[in-house]
């Protein structure tokens, strides 16, 4: 079997996905968190953009044009303008774009109306575009490419809130690092690492996390459901490495684990809150493993059939 989409691929798909969760997590934190969760606002403020970059890097790799002629990229735009491969890549770059702008807002802010109200509206249109790159890669695969187990009106949804999931649990986990390692550019980071909102704000995003979860695993039997009559899905699935990536990797590890986690998290168990912390941000990392293993293990099944 010669894969034309492997891990290059997935992680474009991740990476893109991660940045438009990302851009939610921190629009929805900025404007319905009355200032609460700023932290988690300026944190996926940043991630955003990063991502949205490293997805373009990986486009370029995946090309094989990167020491060659890197602008191949835009290829498609110039020939292809109509194409749904073209109005990806500039719904990308549209998104890159805001995305920068409001990371630029939120690291030279100031506390002034005029400045908040131009962080909210260019925050409400990074939420917009951030959803339209997490779902859009599953509408391209699913209508563009003639894939049966692609076909199916749910995977596009199994992406998109994959892609939700990632950019929340990363934007948290990105606090208390960027609060170390760069806390002169981010005192709202530093002071949400040195007060309880390292224990309030992780635990508030488990919460949302877990409801995402359920949403997700509903999706992803949802599509199971709906390729169960393709002749073909079965043995597609059986494949070991299909089998081991999405159900070890993405169903159990990616969402059943961490929702573990959280349950127990909430039940206490007498066990100190800064451990349950900790394995909360654990499980924050394991979401962002499984979003990766689901994007590879759908890619390779796709290709199979």
């Known amino acids: 079997m010669v894969l034309v989409w492997g891990w290059l691929t997935a992680l474009d798909l991740f990476l893109i996905g991660t940045a438009g969760g990302a851009a939610i997590a921190s629009g929805a934190a900025h404007i319905l968190g009355k200032g609460e969760y700023d932290a988690l606002a300026e944190s996926g403020a940043y991630l955003a953009p990063i991502l949205g970059l490293a997805s373009i890097l990986t486009v370029v790799l995946d090309l094989g044009r990167f020491t060659v002629a890197p602008a191949n990229v835009l290829y498609a735009i110039s020939h292809f303008p109509e194409s749904m491969v073209s109005v990806g890549t500039i719904l990308r770059m549209a998104f890159i774009a805001v995305a920068a702008l409001n990371a630029i807002l939120w690291l030279f802010r100031k506390e002034t109306l005029i400045n908040f109200v131009v962080r909210i509206i260019c925050g409400a249109a990074n939420m917009a575009l ?51 390692f760069i806390p002169r550019l981010t005192p709202t980071l530093l002071e949400a690492r040195r007060t309880v909102l390292i224990h309030k704000i992780p635990e508030k995003v488990s919460l949302y996390m877990s409801i995402l979860i359920v949403i997700e695993l509903t999706l992803a039997s949802a599509y199971l459901g709906s390729i169960s009559g393709i002749a073909g899905a079965a043995t597609a699935f059986a494949n070991p490495l299909v089998s081991m990536f999405f159900f070890g990797g993405f169903i159990f590890v990616g969402l059943i684990l ?29 979401v962002a493993v499984g979003a990766v293993a689901a994007r590879y293990s759908l890619l390779v099944a796709g290709q199979i059939l």
């Open 130 to 180: 951030g959803f339209t790159v997490t779902i859009y890669p599953g509408v391209m695969l699913a209508f563009a490419m003639g894939k049966p187990l692609w076909s199916s009106p749910v995977f596009p949804w199994v992406i998109s809130v994959s892609g939700m999931l990632s950019g929340l649990v990363l934007s948290t986990f990105l606090i208390p690092v960027l609060g170390v």
């Open 258 to 286: 961490p929702l573990v986690i959280y349950i127990l998290e909430r039940l206490r168990l007498g066990i100190p809150l800064s451990v349950w912390i900790i394995l909360l941000y654990i499980s924050f990392l394991l």
